[in-house]
């Protein structure tokens, strides 16, 4: 182990820099080449590597304090001195300063490029060149970051915090709502997608190739366009695709409806679905939740919602404490809600609090489908129309009603083996509901 002395190294033109931001402290890990401070002069601002990987024991420098070419920046502990290089030519900038058993000393490697003008364009922040790779990384566009640095230059800590309030919904992006403008517009028209490094909107005169009608889009798919937008290019989600094995369960369900005919109540697949689903969730609780910042908040409701196709567009009506309701009630509170959509007279509650969605095209046709999560929730089932298929049983080929079903999930929040495991689950329990009750 040896204590090395880290030095500013040889800084080109400048006689005097200052420093502008720290960027480790005392009993911080760092590695080789790995940037200590940021300096700026009237003209530029630069980075200051270490030469060395080792423990930081004493900063030598502080905000605002004035350095030049070999000025003290930190005191390194290092394990890497059989490492330490024989002193270059031009400047020691790194001496051993206490070492059990050698004495040396070595050339730091050049500040990293002065990648930066200090006076600021309109259109470009302060911000040191570490922190705008970080916010690349990120895809944080600097310029909506609001520094609170000096001379308001935007530190990591601001990218951070931007970076949360976009992940919770508190802000948008502009890049992000241009996008979304840019999806809703019905021409297509516009520089949205520049922010983001998009090529433009293809513009193209249809008319040139035959026929054609405009139409203006409705109030209902510009919300939900806006929205389906925000969650598609906001969350990273991923979908998994598994089949439930139904047929005992259609012919429970085509049993009952036989007997409650006279009632008028039909149940249909989806109403075993919700109660399934609240199953699932309560065995895995994080799909039954939302992101907060850096919370998870977790809901003791199991509030389902489910897409409805109304004339005038997608809605999301909500069956509110599905675990608390049977399959029968189930079904006729989704019967009027369904209703309600299609006739436009959902109310601002029937459509909001949803812990998770489901989303199922049965009644149509297809075989899987990717839905988009319904932020803020993190999960959401899509489901296609069973068919029957030959399935193994060990033995021989047997004739049986398979569901077919997509789950897409939120991978901030889930991974992949909780998502297959919750469709292993939710198919056993659509194989036998009776597990509903274990
Ligand atoms: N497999 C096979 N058949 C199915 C099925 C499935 N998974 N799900 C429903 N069906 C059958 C029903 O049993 C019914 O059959 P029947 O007429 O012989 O009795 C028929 O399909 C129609 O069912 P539907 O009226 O659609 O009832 P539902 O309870 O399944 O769905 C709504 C109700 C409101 C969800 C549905 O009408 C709807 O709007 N679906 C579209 C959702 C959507 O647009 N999603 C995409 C969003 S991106």
């Known amino acids: 182990m040896a204590i090395l002395e880290i030095k500013v190294p040889d800084i080109g033109d400048f006689a005097e820099v200052a420093v502008i931001e720290l960027l480790v402290k005392p009993g911080d890990s760092i590695k080789a080449e790995q940037s200590l401070l940021t300096v700026e002069s009237d003209k530029a601002s630069m980075e200051i590597p270490s030469s060395h990987a080792g423990?930081?024991?004493e900063l030598r420098v502080k905000l605002g304090d004035k350095v030049a070419e070999g000025s003290v920046v930190l005191l390194l502990e290092t394990a890497d001195v059989a490492a330490v290089a024989p002193a270059a030519a031009n400047v020691p900038a790194t001496n051993v300063v206490s070492a059990p058993d050698r004495s040396t000393t070595s050339a730091l490697p050049a500040p990293h490029q002065p990648t930066e003008q200090t006076q600021a364009l309109p259109h470009l922040p302060h911000a040191s060149p570490s922190v705008r790779k970080f916010a690349r990384e990120l895809g944080v566009p600097l310029n909506e970051v609001k520094g609170t640095g000096g001379k308001g230059r935007v530190t990591l800590q601001d990218v951070q915090a931007f970076s949360r309030s976009v992940m919770a919904g508190t802000v948008a992006t502009k890049a992000i709502t241009a996008v979304a403008e840019q999806k809703n517009s019905a021409t297509g028209e516009g520089a949205a997608g520049a922010a983001l490094g998009l090529i433009p909107w293809p513009k193209v005169d249809f008319a040139k190739f035959g026929p054609i009608e405009r139409k203006n889009i409705g109030r209902i798919q510009k919300i939900s366009a806006a929205n389906l937008t925000r969650n598609a290019i906001m969350i990273p989600a991923v979908t998994n695709h598994d089949d439930a094995d139904i047929t005992d369960l259609e012919a429970f369900r085509v049993q009952l409806n036989k007997e409650n005919e006279k009632s008028g109540t039909k149940v249909t697949m989806l109403a075993f679905l919700i109660k399934a689903c609240v199953a699932a969730l309560k065995q895995f609780p994080q799909f039954n939740s939302s992101l907060d910042g850096e919370q998870l908040v977790l809901k003791k409701y199991w509030h389902i919602g489910f897409a409805a196709d109304t004339p005038n567009g997608l809605m999301v009506p909500v069956l509110k404490d599905a675990d608390q309701k049977g399959i029968v009630q189930i079904s006729t509170e989704m019967?009027?809600?369904a209703k309600k959509a299609r006739e436009g007279k959902l109310s601002p509650a029937e459509m909001t609090g949803a812990s998770f969605t489901i989303s199922s095209l049965g009644g149509i046709g297809g075989r899987y489908f990717t839905p988009?999560?319904?932020?803020?929730?993190?999960?959401?089932?899509?489901?296609?129309?069973?068919?029957?298929?030959?399935?193994?049983?060990?033995k021989a080929f047997q004739p049986r009603l398979m569901l077919p079903l997509s789950l897409t999930w939120d991978h901030r929040v889930i991974d992949g083996a909780a998502a297959a495991r919750f469709n292993v689950y939710l198919a056993q329990i659509l194989g036998d509901m009776r597990r509903v009750l274990l």
């Open 372 to 394: 988009i999560i319904n932020a803020p929730e993190v999960a959401i089932l899509g489901v296609c129309k069973s068919r029957t298929e030959p399935v193994w049983d060990g």
């Open 55 to 57: 423990v930081v024991k």
């Open 335 to 337: 019967a009027e809600l």
